[in-house]
């Protein structure tokens, strides 16, 4: 079955057609930058380009980088705060003309890799970390997905949010060594590990391109290994949570 996956994230607004029973993306990824500011309006614009350049008619799975219940945006996060309470499922149906499916884009990516990727055959308590703008984290319980852990948002001493200390941005802002922030990501996952105890982390976003250069430097008792889809999952799995409107238009 082929879905129009969408995976908005802060910087960027990617796209392409996937087989949701595959797991494989048919397409090249489209990307364009993500709006400044990121108002409802201006991201569904380029969502409708998005929708456009593959000429597509049909159901659309998006993640969202905010909490998102029954479609509902409750936080802004990196994006404009008049998204707050609007329902993303109907705002995008409505000015596209095409059913939307819209979940948390960290949950998209946990998604694709649980089914797919390095967390096939994993059951217990697993947390799908992405690591990019933010500090994103989809959870699953013996294969079913618990939705909106947002464990970036997570209180740490005078950075508030935890993904102000210990995101990938934060390297990159700061020109650090993989050495130093390493070690940060790592106060992050001891941190997580504390208060959940997870069975298994699977690292993935941007920075799990870099494993190598930052993993001598993690130390937690929670096994850990690095997602198989890297920046693919989010647009993947934003696809597959689209399966039940598929599956309703061939009915």
Known sequence: MEVLGIDVGASGIKGALVDIE???MLT????????????????????REIIDHYKWNGPVGCGFPTS????????ESNLDEKWIGVNTEEYFEKHTGLP?????DADAAALCEMRFGAGVGHNG???????????GSGAFFNG??????ELGQLYYK???????????????????????????FNNFLKYVELI?????????GGASKYMEEFEAYIDVNTPHITASSLNEAGIIGAAMAAESLVRSNIK
């Open 100 to 104: 939307f499916k819209v979940l948390n």
């Open 68 to 75: 998102i219940k029954n479609g509902i945006c409750l936080t």
């Open 22 to 24: 595959t797991g494989e």
């Open 158 to 184: 005078k950075y508030k949010k935890i993904e102000h200390y210990a995101a990938n941005s934060v390297r990159k802002d700061k020109a650090m060594s993989f050495k130093k922030w390493g070690k940060r």
């Open 28 to 47: 090249e990824r489209f990307r364009i930058p993500t709006p400044d500011p990121a108002t409802p309006k201006s991201v569904t614009r380029v969502i």
């Open 196 to 204: 959940l105890s997870p069975d298994l982390y699977i690292i993935g």
């Open 125 to 135: 308590f697993v947390l799908v970390i992405t690591v990019g703008t933010g500090l």
């Open 144 to 149: 079913e997905l618990i939705p909106n852990f």
